[in-house]
């Protein structure tokens, strides 16, 4: 800690040099937080310094990284209920014995079944064929869903997530049930932001375009890309952001 204890005693005296307000400090793997906090705190007493603790998380395996793929299986509702729909799909299909993981049951709004199947478009055609096969009159379609993280910037306070959900579903043309809404955060000056996920083939137009229209509001958007937040300011470069140790 003595090392931790000079290098922040040195940056205090850079600091002092070419005054800042803002500092971003990146901690090692092994080092405590705590103490690291309790060091800044002594060190810069005294000064009007904002500094920011970000921990390294460490890389792991892109195999165990890369997120499960899923697709959907669409049983059409033909005139019949969504209930017997379910009814008749659980009394013939046995998705134990074609190895089918159902993640997800959802009536959409033109009252059709929609199944999120695990593992890719592979698994949804498993499913799709026996449903054809145990069934005589239902119409099935299948489709990937790969997801895209972006952010809605700018919203007014007042907006409520199944308004975002709701305007991001008439923009790109999809079901209300793609949209997997992560978070909500409110800034200082009370614009809200919101952090989704949406379908990957419908993104792209919605990104290029960097706006969307939620109540009274245009607001902004922009695609989440997939480097953390330590890897971002290694390559901007600027005096501010600093690694240590």
């Known amino acids: 800690m003595e090392a931790v204890y000079e290098k922040i005693v040195q940056l205090k005296e850079n600091i002092s040099m070419h005054p800042t307000e803002n500092i971003s400090l990146v901690i090692s793997e092994g080092l405590k937080l705590s103490y690291v906090k309790k060091i800044c705190e002594y060190v810069f007493a005294k000064q009007k310094v904002k500094i920011k603790l970000l921990t390294q998380t460490p890389r792991s395996d892109p195999k165990q990284r890369k997120k499960k793929e ?6 059409k509702a033909q005139g019949k209920s969504f209930v017997d729909i379910v009814k008749k799909l659980k009394e013939e299909v046995n998705i134990d014995h074609i190895g089918v993981k159902v993640k ?10 929609r199944l999120t199947v695990d593992g890719g478009q592979d698994m949804a055609n498993s499913l799709q064929n026996e449903i054809k096969r145990k069934i005589d009159d239902v119409k099935v379609a299948t489709r990937k869903l790969g997801m895209t993280t972006i952010f809605v910037l700018g919203m007014d306070p007042t907006t409520r997530e199944e308004e ?3 305007a ?3 923009d790109i043309k999809v079901n209300e049930a793609d949209i997997k809404i992560r978070a909500i955060r409110t800034g200082r000056n009370e614009e809200q932001t919101v952090i989704a996920e949406i379908p990957r083939d419908q993104a792209l137009p919605l990104i290029k375009r960097r706006k969307l229209r939620i109540g009274w509001t245009e607001c902004g958007i922009r695609e989440r890309k997939a480097k953390n937040r330590v890897d971002r300011m290694r390559h901007q470069g600027k005096n501010r952001y600093c690694e240590v140790f």
């Open 164 to 166: 975002v959900r709701h």
């Open 168 to 170: 991001i579903a008439a």
């Open 70 to 75: 899923e697709s959907i299986v669409t049983v």
């Open 104 to 113: 997800k049951l959802q009536k959409t709004g033109k009252g059709d079944l």
